[in-house]
Structure formats: C-alpha cells, structure tokens
C-alpha cells in the first residue's frame, strides 16, 4: 500500500517552502528562485521524495514534506552547534536556508521530463516497495550535481558555502564525498561547519519519515488509523486552493 498524506499537508507544505523561499532569500535570487519554483509548482508540490518505499517519503506530495522538515531541522541545527561552541559566522543564514531548500532539487527531473514515475509492474510495488521508478528518458546524474545543474542553467547563483553544502549534504553515504571529508590535513577540510549541519538535518529528516511510515505499518493501528493526522492549525483544503493561482495544481489537488 502507498502511504498517502491529506491534500491540506500537502498545500500548507507547498506554501511553507514559498514563504521560506520569501522570508530567507534575497534578492535578485528570491525573485529568480520564486519564479523556477512557481513555472515547476505542479511537478515539485506532487512530486514524491524517493522512488522507494525502504528509503523515504515514496508517495505524492513526500518530497515538499521532506523538504519542509529538512529546513526545520537546519534550523534547529544551527543553533545546537552555535550553542555548542562552533563559529557560525563561518555561513550566513541565507546560505543555511538556501541549501536546505534546494538540496534535493535534482530529484524533479530536468527541464522536460520527471525524474520518477508510477511504476506499473505490480509485482515489484508489492514485494519490492518500488512505488516508482526512474525515467530513463533522463541522462543519469546524481541528485546534488542535478540540483546544482538545475540551478545554473536558470541563472540562480550560488555561493560557495551553497555549492558546497549541496553536493555534500548526503555525506558518506555517497562515495563521492570521501576526498572532502575523510582528509588528513586540516587544510582539505571544510571551512565551515555549514555541509555537517546540512547533512545532519537531511538524515534526521529522512530516518524520521522511514520511521513514521514503518512504525505505523507494523502497529496494531495500522488498519483504522491514517498515517498521518492532520493538525488543528492546518486550513481546509479550499481556503488554502483559493490562494493559488496554478488552476492544474488547483485540479490535481481537488482530486485527491
């Protein structure tokens, strides 16, 4: 079964990454990121965070979702190591919300075509949990170098802290990453702490999406609770629809 959250999550997730988008950036970048963001509203808002069920947030709207918590969680982040004695000023707060923002980016394709797709062999959703799979009609590339690549070719300039932040924020887990942070010389280092944070809230935010998918499938609830609860704050469905403009965002989410 395909974990599916309300369409009120979805919006108010949709819109808390535009107002971070509104609030963090500067321009000229705001402007320039707000209207990528807003010609991609339809494909990013529904757009799930992973092809796979065994990783995170593998159903529609899971990569807003994801995206929102890794934003939180560099928040708190950066207070805990600015608390716990490292020198903050080393980043600035912009470039902590910008990289939180678009470090996943690549996972939406390219320009033309989305990076994943329904699956349609029933057989690999069920024993597999490949809910979706990757469209082939796209060159690989690792999701980091994608991100950054999306960013240049619509003008959107990144500093170096950005870069950096992006293309390390899954650590070790991506063997790429060895020759920045597995070094000898303090040289070689990172010269700010701002990769460590961003990768700590994004492996913060994606253990405790497998741990709220996973947790809930093998309780005794599982069966006459949804998976996720909508919180009394949340608008309703129509109240957040009519503040958007994109009418095929405003259908899709309707039929939800």
């Known amino acids: 079964m395909i974990m599916e959250i309300a369409a009120e999550k979805i919006l108010e997730n949709r819109n808390f990454i535009f107002d971070t988008i509104e609030k963090y950036i500067s321009s000229p970048r705001k402007e320039q990121l707000l209207e990528f963001y807003n010609e991609y509203d339809e494909r990013l808002t529904m757009l799930p965070a992973s092809p796979k069920k065994l990783w995170h947030n593998s159903f529609e709207g899971g990569y807003f979702d994801h995206v929102r918590r890794v934003i939180e969680g560099a928040l708190k982040m950066h207070s805990i190591w600015g608390e716990m004695g490292v020198d903050t000023s080393?980043?600035?707060?912009?470039?902590?919300?910008?990289?939180a923002i678009n470090h996943d980016l690549g996972k939406m394709g390219n320009e033309e075509h989305v990076s994943y797709i329904p699956n349609d062999d029933k057989w690999r959703m069920e024993k597999l949990g490949e809910n979706y799979k990757y469209n082939i009609k796209i060159p690989f590339s690792g999701v980091p170098d994608r991100s950054l690549y999306l960013l240049q070719a619509f003008g959107i300039k990144c500093t170096f802290n950005e870069t950096l932040a992006i293309r390390l924020h899954d650590g070790l887990w991506d063997e790429a990453n060895k020759k920045y942070l597995i070094t000898y010389l303090p040289e070689q280092k990172p010269r700010t702490a701002l990769p460590f944070i961003l990768h700590q809230a994004d492996l913060m935010a994606s253990r405790i999406e497998f741990?709220?998918?996973?947790?809930?499938?093998?309780?005794?609830?599982?069966?006459?609770?949804?998976?996720?609860?909508?919180?009394?704050?949340?608008?309703?469905?129509?109240?957040?629809?009519?503040?958007?403009?994109?009418?095929?965002l405003v259908n899709m989410i309707e039929n939800l």
């Open 90 to 99: 080393t980043y600035t707060l912009e470039e902590l919300m910008f990289s």
């Open 211 to 248: 741990e709220i998918e996973w947790a809930f499938e093998h309780s005794s609830e599982s069966k006459t609770k949804k998976p996720f609860k909508l919180k009394n704050n949340i608008p309703t469905k129509q109240k957040v629809l009519s503040s958007l403009k994109n009418k095929n």
